[in-house]
């Protein structure tokens, strides 16, 4: 079974140079954005992304996979919210492969089963179909982390304690790193936006879900909480790595959407 990819040409370039030339871009924009680029050397192993057309958050992303990249995971688990099909619980393909605009990366079709039966997750075969929330991780993953196999999860009505626990099951493989995709507020003001998606950064740094619920609109909050639970848990360190809002690419201050990226190590 193949995941096909269904936002090519929407979300991100259809074409895997143009993906490629994004890529360096961003990469060469870094030194000018970050104030230490020490950071670029350390281990992570989990990251908050977000998932929006990369001409809005690729830049956002690209820093947390630029990290990523350092653990040489063997596992890459990509856990995102379903938008297009609403389901109870979690969903979880078994593929052979996860199609990119670069080539085809390895899905780790064993691993997806071993979770599916231990954790009892179903397979809603529409959810995934065209999910942009974990299909836009790939490419990155392609790129940085070519050699490692993939898993892709998705969730709908879910407890994120029961996320929780999956990412903590997945965490205590060394060789297992997890992604976590959401996006912030939606469609406010600059100014509201910024106020909105400070709760959620602030929660984030702080590993605290009670500041999550005191507003925060993320999206993919269910997945982001079950983080939060399992870097207290483990006492993972957290490095907000870049947030910025779709009015950075558009100018349109009047409605614009939230977006983080986030990293946590040992």
Known sequence: MLRQCAVRGTFYPSECHEIEAMITQWNDQLH?????TTIL???PRAVIVPH????????????????????HAKRVVVIGPSHYVGIEGMSIIEADAFE?????????????????????????ALAHEREHSTETQMPFIYHYLHQSRVVEIIYGHEEH??????????????????VISTDLSHFYTQNEAQQLDNICLEAILNRDNSMMEQG?????ILGVKALLEVATEREYYVKLLDYR??????????????????????
């Not at 990119?100 to 809603?124: N, S």
């Not at 558009?250 to 990226?261: A, H, I």
């Open 32 to 36: 000018q954005h970050l104030n230490d």
């Open 41 to 43: 050397t350390k281990v």
């Open 52 to 71: 929006a057309g990369y001409i809005y958050s690729g830049f956002t992303a690209n820093i947390a996979y630029r990290l990523l990249q350092n653990s």
């Open 100 to 124: 990119t605009p670069c080539g085809m990366l390895a899905y780790d079709r064993d691993y997806a089963k071993e979770l599916k039966e231990q954790f009892r997750i179903g397979y809603v």
């Open 161 to 178: 304690h029961d996320i929780a626990a999956l990412c903590n099951a997945v965490l205590q493989d060394e060789h297992n790193v997890v």
């Open 216 to 220: 925060c609109e993320a999206c993919g």
């Open 245 to 266: 809002t779709s009015a950075d690419a558009s100018g349109d201050l009047s409605r614009v959407v939230g977006y983080v990226s986030a990293a946590f190590f040992e």
